[in-house]
């Protein structure tokens, strides 16, 4: 992995922690992958390295929101003060 590739991941994890919000995750998720495929198919650039940043951005995403389930139950079961 070069240092182009390694920015090309870095710059797309905000897009993919914006795929994680639950409500606007699904359209934006397809869009941007609408996107990538029609930029891939022109350019030829490697989108997949562009999905991968965007997949690396909903897993954190994903992690926090679990998170912060997992914190609301605990404190609603009052294991947590």
Do not use: C
């Amino acid at each position: 992995m070069t240092i182009s590739d390694f920015a090309r991941i870095v710059i797309h994890i905000p897009i993919g922690m914006l795929i994680g919000i639950p409500i606007i995750g699904a359209p934006l998720r397809e869009t941007f992958h609408m996107y990538e495929a029609n930029e891939d198919k022109h350019i030829q650039d490697q989108a997949w390295k562009d999905l991968r940043g965007a997949m690396v951005g909903e897993i954190i995403d994903e992690i926090i929101f679990l998170a912060l389930i997992v914190g609301l139950l605990l404190s609603y079961l009052r294991v947590i003060p």
